[in-house]
């Protein structure tokens, strides 16, 4: 991890801390961690036997010195496709889309190039997984000073140059990860619901998770959409980032904090339910990290990634996980499901 970096409501503490037995071991090699990389500052949440501990170290903003503050607000990168994903889950909960459901079809606007067109059109399995054979992301399409927060999403689909959805293998056979596919995946969404995106995960996903302190919309710590909550960001040297509307923001545009991600973790613990009322489909729960059907998969290759998730091996503990970065923020997400764990560093 580059010096000087904010570490965002992440996932990404070792195993020693996720099962340590005391407050004072955690903040110890919180402390340690802060130090040996040069991060500015950070926020975590532990959920362990549905005990949940949050916690913050450092500074949300070095030149005011404000200490960073368990309830910090966050940006989280890629986490926000884990996030994202549950609420895809749940409009297939309501039947009103499914795993199957042709995205071609659905987004017959744009302009698919799909040599496997008739046998296999992207479906919105293959967005979830990446399994689309899609390309994963431009640099204009992230880093440029055009893109407004509503912007419209087919935006970034427009060029003169080469098609930006040539598909490049037979969707459903090999992994490949695809920042452009998480922003169909919000399109799809709002062709189902004929509304924004964020306005509809904010109020028929985090609403019902409780994660009040939470959007999808755009958050910024200057202009229009600033929140005095939001910490900033940094690059190295201390060089402060203030948040960057881009024009895939589905897959990286999540303001959170830590206490609201514990109740995201403990409602993927609980089997995808709220207050005990089924949420996602069980059998979709089961989906979250296991990749199926690909090359890779029949030849019993355990690689890839799931509906949310893809697993990582940490200190010989399987968990299901996903990093983000985004401007001057990083963040990390597992969950160890066998031990009723899970942490999240940012």
């Not at 996720?18 to 950070?42: C, F, K, M, P, R």
């Not at 490949?176 to 964020?198: F, P």
């Not at 201390?238 to 403990?266: C, E, I």
């Not at 489909?281 to 893809?310: C, I, Q, S, V, Y």
């Amino acid at each position: 991890m580059p010096a000087k970096i904010l570490s965002l409501f992440l996932v990404l503490v070792s195993l020693n801390i996720a099962y340590a037995d005391s407050d004072i071991h955690i903040e110890t090699e919180i402390q340690n961690t802060i130090e040996n990389e040069g991060i500015v500052g950070l926020s975590w949440s532990i959920v362990s036997n549905g005990h949940v501990e949050v916690g913050s170290a450092g500074y949300a903003n070095v030149s005011k010195l404000e200490h960073m503050k368990p309830a910090q607000k966050m940006h989280v990168g890629s986490v926000t496709k884990s996030v994202l994903a549950m609420g895809v889950l749940h409009l297939i909960f309501e039947g009103r889309l499914s795993l199957d459901s042709n995205v071609e079809e659905m987004l017959s606007e744009l302009n698919f190039d799909n040599a496997w067109h008739h046998r296999s059109p992207i479906k919105v399995q293959n967005l979830l997984d990446h399994t689309a054979g899609l390309d994963d992301i431009r640099m204009w399409q992230f880093l440029s000073t055009k893109p407004l927060p509503n912007t419209p999403l087919a935006e970034a689909f427009k060029t003169s140059g080469q098609n930006l959805l040539m598909v490049r293998t037979e969707p459903g056979t090999q992994y490949s990860y695809s920042n452009m596919g998480y922003t169909l995946l919000a399109m799809v969404i709002e062709a189902v619901t004929k509304q924004r995106y964020e306005e509809f995960l904010d109020s028929n996903l985090l609403i019902p998770l409780g994660m009040t302190d939470s959007s999808f919309e755009f958050i910024s710590q200057q202009g229009q959409s600033a929140d005095p909550l939001l910490a900033m960001g940094y690059h190295e040297n201390n060089v402060t980032q203030a948040a960057v509307p881009n024009y895939l923001r589905p897959a990286g545009q999540f303001t959170t904090t830590a206490p609201d991600m514990a109740k995201f973790m403990n409602f993927l613990l609980s089997g995808g339910k709220v207050n005990g009322e089924g949420f996602v489909h069980p059998e979709h729960m089961d989906m979250l990290t296991e990749p199926l059907n690909t090359d890779a998969h029949k030849a019993g290759l355990r690689m890839g990634h799931g509906l949310a998730f893809a697993k990582r091996d940490r200190h010989n503990v399987v968990g299901m996980c996903h990093p983000g970065t985004t401007f001057g923020f990083r963040a990390y997400i597992c969950l160890f499901p066998d031990e009723k764990r899970d942490f999240l560093r940012r």
